[in-house]
């Protein structure tokens, strides 16, 4: 949330998911979405002096494949160099990133720095660093890396940024839950969906499945129907 001080104008988003956009309108009016990224033509959209940007972690999330998201790997998580094109195209005074703590993992660096170095040549001056929403009165332990990056100027050729030091929790989950009596039934899910769903997901992980092939090979072959 915005404090009620801070004036904005809200020039759009860039979402596909009708269910996506549908919940950000519910919250935020009915602002306007430009699509897919990969098809905006960014000339036909207004100045913006702000850009707030990420892209898909499962690439890079210790939890999917880790396909990376180099510019020709097509995977979901290299739309991260739309959203260059975009400042590219845009030259907003600032951008903003978020995104998940493996983007700093030394397997995807490499990637990480290119997209430094290439907004580095777009004039920006990059200032990044992992932040945990627990440090900031979020009670949840949900490591992030942050990304702010300014346009550099005739009147301020060297821009500088200090991120936010951490200050202590003084809340927990417990205190933003509902009572469990006052929530209905029908919000909860069945513990077997949930038990069978997390299996799923574990076994469709390409390591796991190997493995399992590997300590169960006659079973694993029947059940597969090989």
Known sequence: MFPDEVEFEFIGTSEIEPA????????????????????IDWQHVPDFDLFTWSFPCQDISNAGKQGGLSKESGTRS?????????????RPKYALMENVAALCQKKFSADFAQLRKELEELGYANFYQLMNA????????????????ILRTEDNPN????????????????????????????????????????????LDQPNVRAEMEKLYHEEWSKASGN
């Not at 919940?23 to 990969?38: E, L, M, N, Q, R």
């Open 134 to 149: 627990k440090d900031y009165s979020i009670p949840q332990n949900r490591l992030r890396v942050f990304m702010v990056s």
């Open 78 to 90: 290299s739309l991260a160099w739309e959203a260059i094109r975009a400042i590219k195209e845009k």
């Open 20 to 39: 996506a956009i549908k919940a950000y309108k519910s919250v935020h009016g009915d602002t306007p979405c430009y699509g897919d990224i990969c098809k």
């Open 159 to 202: 821009p500088t940024y200090n991120f936010p030091a951490p200050f202590p929790l003084t809340k927990c989950v417990e205190d933003y839950m509902e009572p469990a009596e006052e929530i209905g039934e029908e919000y909860f899910i069945d513990q077997k969906r949930v038990t069978e769903k997390v299996l799923s997901d574990i």
